[in-house]
């Protein structure tokens, strides 16, 4: 049954954890299917269900008994953080008959719970229990029975962390200075890669999925403008242009971009890994943080992640006076109630601006 797909549409090591649920928490993942969710919304559905299952069959408990009580030591037991095992595939070359070869293998790892993680998994397990009650496989929500002291903290609007220009100039800046410090300073493609993938998220504000759905066929220029088409949330469609940084940097990339031995399926990916395949999110966020790393930024910035590079632009944007519903336009904000949040920062701003003058009267 292991080697059964459970979809033909979801990757494999995806198929492998939900062939794993109950059969009426595979029927969930067969309406998000017909639903036509995103392959991303239903991954992470499916690393947070398993989570769960993963605790409560070391807990003793089945579906059928999971009450209140029993969902509130499961968030007290992932509070900290928790082990993931994954499934990953390696690719390389066999150094005998230089054929690329795939494996995949097994990886445990610890994550750390943030914030926005625990509210995800808080939501995913909502809706699973909700389509439980729904289809009369349970006679009771257990989440709505659920009460934790720490839900209240869901509704506080928290004020993003985001870098201030000058931050931003030396997280670029850090791609050449990493790069300058290694052994060997024959510039490897993926220097040009690194550098214009943080000119992109930092001009564009698009979400990490968005960045690693990137085709060549993205880009369309129009005789001296370059433009990247898109596709955003619910398959929404936005355009938008480069500034002279952002497609002088990608065109440096595109001139140095692998064109040989790239894997099959992954020729039109516009950013490729060091295997030459797409490129994941997980590396992305690593790309990130290496060079967070060597702009030694302040401790506020320390923790810079690639969806923080979207707060980036937005505060910037917003500080210099543009319109909320062209930064709406712009990041693929479905409601302008998630670009306001935003406001909340300039407000900020200017009330230490005010403090700082009064303290120097």
């Given at each position: 049954?292991?080697?059964?797909?459970?979809?033909?549409?979801?990757?494999?090591?995806?198929?492998?954890?939900?062939?794993?649920?109950?059969?009426?928490?595979?029927?969930?993942?067969?309406?998000?299917?017909?639903?036509?969710?995103?392959?991303?919304?239903?991954?992470?559905?499916?690393?947070?269900?398993?989570?769960?299952?993963?605790?409560?069959?070391t807990s003793g408990g089945v579906l059928a008994t999971v009450d209140a009580h029993m969902l509130k030591r499961f968030f007290r037991h992932i509070e900290n953080g928790y082990e993931r095992t994954t499934r990953v595939k390696l690719v390389k070359k066999n150094p005998i008959s230089g054929i690329m070869e795939e494996k995949w293998v097994?990886?445990?790892?610890?994550?750390?719970?943030?914030?926005?993680?625990?509210?995800?998994?808080?939501?995913?397990?909502?809706?699973?229990?909700?389509?439980?009650?729904?289809?009369?496989?349970?006679?009771?929500?257990?989440?709505?029975?659920?009460?934790?002291?720490?839900?209240?903290?869901?509704?506080?609007?928290?004020?993003?962390?985001?870098?201030?220009?000058?931050?931003?100039?030396?997280?670029?800046?850090?791609?050449?200075?990493?790069?300058?410090?290694?052994?060997?300073?024959?510039?490897?493609?993926?220097?040009?890669?690194?550098?214009?993938?943080?000119?992109?998220?930092?001009?564009?504000?698009?979400?990490?999925?968005?960045?690693?759905?990137?085709?060549?066929?993205?880009?369309?220029?129009?005789?001296?403008?370059?433009?990247?088409?898109?596709?955003?949330?619910?398959?929404?469609?936005?355009?938008?242009?480069?500034?002279?940084?952002?497609?002088?940097?990608?065109?440096?990339?595109?001139?140095?971009?692998?064109?040989?031995?790239?894997?099959?399926?992954?020729?039109?990916?516009?950013?490729?890994?060091?295997?030459?395949?797409?490129?994941?999110?997980?590396?992305?966020?690593?790309?990130?943080?290496?060079?967070?790393?060597?702009?030694?930024?302040?401790?506020?910035?320390?923790?810079?992640?690639?969806?923080?590079?979207?707060?980036?632009?937005?505060?910037?944007?917003?500080?210099?006076?543009?319109?909320?519903?062209?930064?709406?336009?712009?990041?693929?904000?479905?409601?302008?109630?998630?670009?306001?949040?935003?406001?909340?920062?300039?407000?900020?701003?200017?009330?230490?601006?005010?403090?700082?003058?009064?303290?120097?009267?």
């Amino acid at each position: 049954m292991a080697d059964t797909p459970f979809s033909r549409r979801l990757p494999e090591n995806i198929n492998r954890i939900i062939i794993r649920f109950p059969e009426d928490v595979r029927e969930f993942f067969l309406e998000m299917i017909s639903a036509d969710r995103s392959k991303q919304t239903i991954a992470n559905y499916a690393y947070d269900f398993a989570l769960f299952f993963d605790w409560l069959e070391t807990s003793g408990g089945v579906l059928a008994t999971v009450d209140a009580h029993m969902l509130k030591r499961f968030f007290r037991h992932i509070e900290n953080g928790y082990e993931r095992t994954t499934r990953v595939k390696l690719v390389k070359k066999n150094p005998i008959s230089g054929i690329m070869e795939e494996k995949w293998v097994e990886r445990t790892h610890f994550r750390e719970n943030s914030r926005a993680g625990k509210q995800r998994k808080r939501a995913s397990l909502r809706s699973l229990f909700r389509y439980l009650v729904k289809t009369r496989v349970l006679e009771r929500d257990p989440m709505e029975e659920y009460e934790d002291a720490g839900l209240k903290s869901r509704n506080q609007k928290k004020v993003p962390v985001f870098l201030t220009r000058d931050e931003a100039l030396r997280l670029i800046q850090a791609v050449s200075q990493y790069h300058e410090k290694q052994k060997r300073r024959q510039q490897h493609w993926y220097e040009y890669r690194d550098r214009a993938l943080i000119l992109l998220l930092l001009n564009t504000g698009m979400r990490v999925s968005e960045l690693v759905s990137l085709n060549l066929n993205s880009l369309q220029r129009d005789g001296d403008t370059l433009r990247v088409v898109i596709f955003g949330k619910g398959g929404k469609e936005r355009m938008l242009k480069l500034n002279r940084p952002a497609a002088e940097g990608l065109h440096q990339y595109l001139s140095h971009r692998p064109r040989q031995e790239v894997l099959p399926g992954h020729q039109d990916a516009l950013l490729l890994n060091k295997n030459r395949s797409r490129i994941s999110r997980k590396a992305i966020g690593e790309v990130i943080h290496k060079y967070v790393k060597e702009a030694n930024l302040p401790p506020k910035a320390a923790n810079i992640s690639p969806h923080k590079l979207r707060h980036t632009l937005a505060t910037l944007l917003l500080s210099n006076g543009e319109n909320l519903r062209v930064v709406q336009e712009i990041l693929g904000h479905s409601s302008i109630q998630t670009t306001q949040i935003y406001t909340h920062v300039i407000n900020a701003e200017k009330d230490s601006a005010l403090d700082r003058l009064g303290d120097g009267t």
